[in-house]
């Protein structure tokens, strides 16, 4: 099926390629302990469509590619009786699909550090979601700050032991500066989003509009567990 929807591609004129691809499927749940997260994943088969004409990357599970097989068969019988085209109807352009995330990688920090009040900058290898290519990597900091958010805390607030900090307030900020390595052909219109162990609320960077494999995020972020 790929080989016949790639030649429907190019008999159409269209610069547009199918590849299979094992992806890594994790829980819906994601403030589960990093260990069981990683236990509960699940691997699919799924096609790749590379759309080299505007840049864009879609995820067909095989369901979806075998309607859109069938789709193109039309259009190339059509073609051939008409020796026309229409190319400006996305909607019934087999090859077109709205864009949608794809989840490229996941990565774990661990929080250690805030017991101490103290930061801890961290280059994180994210765990990649494509059977064969690594999901990049984060450059992340949390940094401890006061109630108004300053990094400049008071000595008094600096604990000699963490766990007297257990049920008090505690202020920090998170810092995205950058991302590295991202795959190629994954890092337009990129961003990260982020959870806290037990916590269902999300936290998203900005999306980076251009292509870009080194993306700058330059995210900063205060929170305040109380």
């Known amino acids: 099926k790929k080989t016949r929807s790639t030649n429907s591609s190019k008999y ?18 994601l403030n589960l302990h990093p260990v ?18 505007d840049g864009t990357c879609y995820m067909w599970n095989e369901d979806k590619f075998t309607d859109r097989l069938y789709l193109m068969k039309d259009m190339y019988n059509a073609f051939v009786q008409t020796g026309e085209l229409n ?19 996941m990565g774990f920090y ?16 994210l765990v990649g979601n494509l ?30 032991d963490p766990m007297k900090m257990v049920g008090g307030r505690l202020d920090f900020a998170v810092e995205i500066a950058e ?16 959870s806290f162990y037990l916590e269902e609320a999300k936290h998203k960077t900005d999306i980076i509009i251009t292509r870009a494999r080194n993306p700058v995020f330059n995210y900063h972020k205060q929170h305040t567990i109380e």
């Open 110 to 125: 661990m929080l250690k550090g805030l017991a101490y009040m103290i930061d801890n900058p961290v280059e994180i290898s």
């Open 12 to 29: 159409l004129g269209r610069s547009i390629r199918f590849e299979p691809r094992i992806v890594t499927k994790y829980p819906e749940v």
């Open 131 to 160: 059977n064969e290519q690594a999901g990049g990597k984060l450059i992340v900091n949390l940094i401890p700050t006061d109630a108004s958010g300053s990094r400049d805390i008071p000595g008094e607030m600096l604990p000699e």
């Open 87 to 105: 190319l400006t109807d996305t909607q019934n352009d087999p090859f077109w699909d709205e864009n949608e995330p794809i989840f490229i990688g």
């Open 179 to 194: 991302g590295r390595d991202f795959p190629e052909g994954y890092c337009k219109n990129i961003y990260c989003e982020y």
């Open 36 to 53: 069981q997260l990683l236990k509960e994943c699940s691997f699919d088969l799924l096609i790749q469509v590379i759309n080299d004409e």
